[in-house]
């Protein structure tokens, strides 16, 4: 079974920057597209970026476009989120996920039912 390890969460000045990790243990092929969620207290988990196996596959929620970079090192299993500008509204837990299916486009990689393998999360504050 794959093990996801969240890590980098801290606290933040708004319009710093914070980079994430995901380190995934487990069969490569159960960890084919990668991405991150977060959860703010008393809000639903929402999308945040998604990539498939290489670079090349990337997906983003509106609210982060431009300022997050999302980026995965396939030698070393772990996945990366590059939060830049950050804003206090992005203060919330962020929990990177994995799935063995490929291709499936935005529409798919955005929904969190379609992630059967999650990290537990680390928390980002941005505030002054």
């Known amino acids: 079974d794959v093990q996801l390890q969240a890590c980098g969460g801290g606290l933040v000045q708004p319009g710093g920057s914070l980079r994430l990790s995901c380190t995934a243990s487990?069969?490569?092929?159960?960890?084919?597209?990668m991405g991150w969620f977060r959860q703010a207290p008393g809000k639903e988990r929402d999308f945040v970026a998604a990539?498939?196996?290489?670079?090349?596959?990337?997906y983003y929620a509106d609210s982060v476009k431009g300022r997050f970079t999302i980026s995965r090192d396939n030698v070393k299993n772990t996945l990366y989120l590059q939060m830049n500008s950050l804003k206090p509204e992005d203060t919330a837990v962020y929990f990177c996920?994995?799935?063995?299916?490929?291709?499936?486009?935005?529409?798919?990689?955005?929904?969190?039912?379609?992630?059967?393998?999650w990290g537990q999360g680390t928390l980002v504050t941005v505030s002054s």
């Open positions: 990539i498939g196996w290489s670079d090349d596959e990337q």
């Open positions: 487990g069969f490569r092929s159960n960890i084919n597209a």
């Open positions: 996920a994995a799935t063995p299916v490929f291709n499936g486009g935005y529409n798919y990689y955005s929904v969190p039912s379609s992630f059967a393998s």
